[in-house]
């Protein structure tokens, strides 16, 4: 079992930066996958962002692509979200996730944090 838990989260204003982490326990993320997607209020969870477990492969949703970089140290068990130049449509609960392939990773992980809130402000 993997145990995440995100932190990072907070309301900020247009164009700022914020970095999303995501700390795992149980097991390390070191093979592991990870994902970042986020919920905005009244729409569907969305994948947002995704790593294999060396880091050497990453992948974006069209919407953050160039804005929003994933990272890992698997020496601290841990995932980022770098997020610049945050638009109020990024607004939305965020949620890391891990799984057993980079392809299953970004579209049904097996394991989810429990969300961590970003609010943009206009």
């Known amino acids: 079992q993997v145990q995440l838990v995100e932190s990072g989260g907070g309301l900020v204003q247009a164009g700022v930066s914020l970095r999303l982490s995501c700390a795992a326990s149980?097991?390390?993320?070191?093979?592991?996958?990870m994902a970042w997607f986020r919920q905005a209020p009244g729409k569907e969870r969305e994948f947002v962002a995704r790593?294999?477990?060396?880091?050497?492969?990453?992948g974006y949703a069209d919407s953050v692509k160039g804005r929003f970089t994933i990272s890992r140290e698997n020496a601290r068990n841990t995932v980022y979200l770098q997020m610049n130049s945050l638009r109020p449509e990024d607004t939305a609960v965020y949620y890391c996730?891990?799984?057993?392939?980079?392809?299953?990773?970004?579209?049904?992980?097996?394991?989810w944090g429990q969300g961590t809130q970003v609010t943009v402000s206009s």
């Open positions: 790593i294999s477990w060396s880091g050497d492969s990453t």
């Open positions: 149980g097991r390390t993320l070191r093979t592991y996958p």
């Open positions: 996730a891990a799984g057993e392939s980079y392809i299953q990773v970004g579209v049904n992980p097996d394991y």
